[in-house]
């Protein structure tokens, strides 16, 4: 259930029109009053019909003409309008149930506080099953100015509780980042000129898309001037930066003028000094090294940088938050990065993902951006490197992404940041798509050539040795014969499947995967492109020096079988 609070207004009787009017679209049915102040004396145009909508607005209105008419008092913001909206799928709710939830917003708002009898007078109108309109005009019976800081937290809270108590979705409980809903204006703007976006959420879109590719905010603002975005820049008299707006080319005022929005306005992380922040920790590089050039080198670089990727730092309390944050908003960039680069037919997917994990990017807990500077520094690698077409190299860097989204999802779930682990869970969901496309021609040439029984058998029992407890779950899962190539392929090359299984388990658990074969598949890959994990980057990233991440040291192929296996079964070869 959502309650957003509008701007206060001055004209009661113009918002009646619009409640009891038949809407934009006809979409009012049956207009009426099912809560208010002293029901019994309050007329309703909806079931009198000798009731007028002024006789109505002069009735609510009447303790706001008494002030006015005091010297020096008058008001003309004094109207309090709150529609609050059940979920589409939220059962029906009576017009008793709607006026006791009425009741509950006005009191936690501050307009009708308990047993106060000289409250402001409010009604709520309900035109449609799924709505309610709370109006009320803010001056009490007394002449005061009702209590209504914080109103819209009070109110956002009461939601939550009247979601359990009736049995509706329950939604997260907001912190004031996310950003601004589209208003009905800035929908119907979209709509009559053909747009699938409205401005806000197509600049957005455009300024997320734009700070990979820039270490400064000069550069951004530049980089959106080329990607047709209408720039204004405000500066200081010294020249420095002092503030920007965006506007969408088309998007006019009445004045004919461009619709320039402030970025601060846009989300609350895209603010002028929020960017500054961002990338003053950006540390590009001085020389560029070659894998900035090859696809197949940027996407695996760019994968060895996310084994770095935790939620659990050494760092405890608000410190080890800041690293954690900086983690996650560097994540949201990487993940954009890879949209941006990968080939064409899995770019909705990641930019869907992108555009869903923007809102697990940012919380109450200030980043400490320099801690990331090696997620950041590959996700700039990617936007500067040619396209290319290594599938199994990407599949290996979203499925990457996917166990990063899920340690963020974890990670906000465990601070109480229920909109961002609801963003970052949504996020899971398109990069687990975009693999299984990425991964599936892969997947198939891999099964086609699945080894002989005998030397199959024989990987099962390395599996069974190496990950007891998901040993049931692996063997059975359709991708087994591909996992078995793998093994198979591996040890051809002169690694030891045992030990690779228990390397590739030990990088995730693998209670939440959803084909742990398939998982894998693709930790394997990229163990056995690089088994040893690199401590320098490691000791680099967690030192903060805003360095790039230096590429993976390799390991000779071992000459002969470990210990480990000796006790195991006798190998087979294909």
Same mark, same amino acid.
């Given at each position: 259930?959502? !309650? ?18 038949p809407? /934009? ?6 207009? +009426? ?21 002024t ?22 913001d %004094? ?28 009191r936690?708002?501050?307009? !009708? ?19 309610? %309109? ?15 800081h914080n109103?819209?937290?009070?109110v ?5 509780e ?10 997260g ?18 709509? /009559? ?14 300024i997320?898309?734009?700070? *990979?590719? =820039?270490?400064? !905010? ?12 209408? @720039? ?5 008299p ?42 003053a ?5 001085? +020389? *560029?090294?070659a ?22 730092? #050494?760092?405890?309390? #608000?410190?080890?938050?800041?690293? @954690? ?10 993940i954009? !990065? ?7 037919d ?24 320099? =801690?990331?500077?090696?997620? /950041? ?7 500067h490197a ?25 990670? %906000?779930?465990?601070k ?51 990950? *007891? ?14 996992l ?55 000791a ?7 360095a790039a991440?230096? *590429?993976r040291?390799? /390991? ?12 195991g ?6």
């Amino acid at each position: 259930m959502i !309650a957003p609070i509008k701007n206060p207004g001055s004209n009661t009787r113009g918002l009646l029109a619009y409640l009891y009017g038949p809407g /934009r679209h006809d979409e009012h049915r049956d207009p +009426h009053i099912v809560a208010g102040f002293a029901m019994l004396a309050m007329p309703d145009p909806g079931r009198d019909e000798n009731a007028t909508l002024t006789q109505l607005a002069r009735y609510l209105d009447e303790p706001v003409r008494l002030r006015n008419s005091e010297p020096g008092k008058k008001l003309t913001d %004094h109207v309090w309008h709150c529609p609050v909206r059940a979920a589409p799928e939220d059962r029906y709710l009576s017009d008793t149930e709607w006026s006791e939830i009425a009741e509950r917003i006005v009191r936690a708002a501050g307009i !009708a506080p308990k047993d106060d009898d000289l409250a402001c007078r409010w009604i709520a109108v309900r035109h449609a099953d799924d709505h309610i %309109h709370i109006l009320a005009t803010t001056v009490r019976e007394d002449g005061r100015r009702p209590k209504l800081h914080n109103s819209g937290q009070r109110v956002g809270a009461e939601c939550r509780e009247i979601e359990k108590d009736y049995g509706l979705r329950q939604l997260g409980t907001g912190d004031r980042t996310a950003e601004r809903r589209p208003t009905q204006a800035e929908m119907h703007k979209a709509k /009559r000129l053909g747009w699938e976006q409205t401005s806000r959420e197509w600049l957005q879109d455009r300024i997320r898309a734009a700070i *990979p590719h =820039a270490s400064k !905010a000069e550069e951004l603002l530049a980089y959106l001037q080329t990607d047709s975005v209408e @720039v204004k820049i405000l500066r200081f008299p010294s020249g420095d930066l002092r503030g920007y707006s965006v506007a969408r080319p088309g998007d006019l005022k009445a004045n004919g003028q461009p619709n320039y929005i402030p970025g601060g306005k846009i989300a609350p992380d895209l603010s002028l000094p929020k960017l500054q922040a961002l990338l003053a920790a950006s540390t590009p590089e001085e +020389h *560029p090294t070659a894998r900035r050039n090859k696809p197949a080198t940027r996407w695996q670089h760019a994968t060895n940088v996310l084994d770095t990727f935790t939620t659990d730092h #050494d760092t405890t309390g #608000d410190s080890g938050d800041a690293r @954690v944050q900086a983690h996650i908003t560097a994540l949201g960039e990487l993940i954009e !990065a890879t949209a941006q680069t990968a080939p064409q037919d899995l770019r909705a997917e990641l930019r869907a993902a992108a555009k869903t994990f923007a809102r697990a990017q940012r919380s109450q807990i200030r980043a400490d951006h320099q =801690a990331a500077s090696g997620l /950041r520094q590959a996700a700039r690698d990617l936007v500067h490197a040619s396209s290319g077409k290594d599938g199994s190299t990407l599949a290996v860097l979203v499925a990457a992404l996917v166990w990063a989204a899920i340690l963020s999802q974890r990670w %906000h779930t465990a601070k109480g940041h229920d909109q961002q682990a609801e963003a970052a869970r949504r996020t899971v969901q398109h990069l687990q798509a975009a693999y299984d496309q990425a991964a599936a021609d892969q997947l198939a040439f891999l099964a086609q050539r699945q080894p002989k029984e005998q030397t199959r058998n024989t990987l099962a029992s390395d599996v069974l040795a190496a990950i *007891p407890d998901h040993a049931t779950r692996i063997l059975t899962d359709p991708n087994w014969p591909a996992l078995a190539t793998v093994l198979a392929d591996a040890e051809a090359g002169g690694y030891v499947p045992h030990q690779l299984l228990t390397e590739a388990a030990a990088r995730r658990e693998l209670g939440s995967a959803r084909l742990p074969a398939q998982v894998l598949i693709a930790r394997i890959q990229h163990t056995s492109y690089n088994p040893a994990p690199n401590r320098t980057v490691e000791a680099a990233l967690l030192r903060s020096t805003g360095a790039a991440a230096p *590429p993976r040291q390799y /390991r000779p192929k071992p000459t002969a079988a470990p210990a480990v296996e000796a006790t195991g079964p006798a190998r087979r070869h294909r």
